[in-house]
């Protein structure tokens, strides 16, 4: 069953506008800002005949969880993600370029939303997430991509390593980032059909997902940190996954 939930500010509410509008369900405004941005917003909201309420700031700030809301707030409806099935019928129809991101149990949302941005940003095909040990799509979610989530297909998959074997015998080389690698990412040719999978935070890849790998690489580390944060070693390697291609 599908849910809803408040996002808040220009920026989101604009990208929702621009990409899903069918999902908003009410805009609110705080009744005592009247400006030439808002009047602008407001007179696109009314193009699409959606609601629009007026609230107090005490109201608003309630409503957005005390988000930053810059005096207007939304309810949107959070579609339901594809499944495996869907996922596999979508890969069957891309070109010999695909590029898929699997996120194995991110938890932090602010995590979930960076990694979306940055596969949107690297041109990813679609990203897949599993219904079980992830965070769910959240306003917070919503923030933290800045409109990626609009943008880019997500499926949500019950079984990892299931999918994982579905999308192999698809010709998808699947590629699990791990410390304990011995292959550096820089070493291997990304240029092929490849899904990129990264671990959760603080555990890395579950066991039996990184044995579902054909192949496990890392990032070279030259400090003394042990590892980075998901959403930097996934934009890492999306984007030498971008270098490769583009030369």
């Not at 609230?55 to 959070?78: M, W």
């Not at 949302?109 to 990813?124: D, I, Q, T």
């Not at 040990?133 to 079984?159: E, P, R």
Request: glycine residues 6%.
């Amino acid at each position: 069953m599908s849910k809803s939930i408040i996002i808040a500010g220009f920026h989101a509410i604009q990208a929702q506008l621009k990409f899903n509008p069918k999902y908003l369900i009410k805009i609110f405004i705080l009744n005592s800002r009247c400006d030439k941005r808002l009047n602008a917003l407001i007179f696109e909201i009314n193009n699409f005949g959606i609601n629009i309420q007026q609230c107090t700031k005490v109201q608003l700030d309630k409503l957005s969880n005390h988000q930053t809301h810059q005096g207007i707030a939304a309810e949107i409806l959070l579609p339901i993600l594809p499944n495996q099935n869907e996922l596999i019928t979508y890969v069957s129809k891309l070109d010999n370029t695909s590029l898929i991101l699997i996120l194995d149990s991110i938890q932090d949302p602010r995590n979930l939303g960076a990694c979306l941005r940055s596969a949107h940003a690297a041109g990813v095909d679609c990203v897949v997430i599993n219904k079980d040990g992830s965070a769910s799509i959240s306003a917070l979610v919503h923030k933290t991509s800045t409109g990626a989530l609009n943008q880019i297909k997500i499926f949500q998959v019950t079984n990892l390593s299931r999918t994982i074997k579905a999308l192999q015998q698809q010709n998808i080389w699947v590629i699990g980032l791990d410390s304990s690698a011995n292959t550096l990412i820089y070493q291997i040719d990304l240029t092929t059909p490849n899904a990129i999978i990264m671990g959760s935070e603080g555990f890395g890849l579950k066991k039996l997902t990184k044995q579902s790998c054909d192949q496990l690489a890392k990032i070279p580390m030259q400090g003394k940190v042990e590892s980075l944060n998901v959403s930097v070693a996934t934009g890492i390697t999306l984007f030498e996954i971008n270098r490769q291609r583009f030369l």
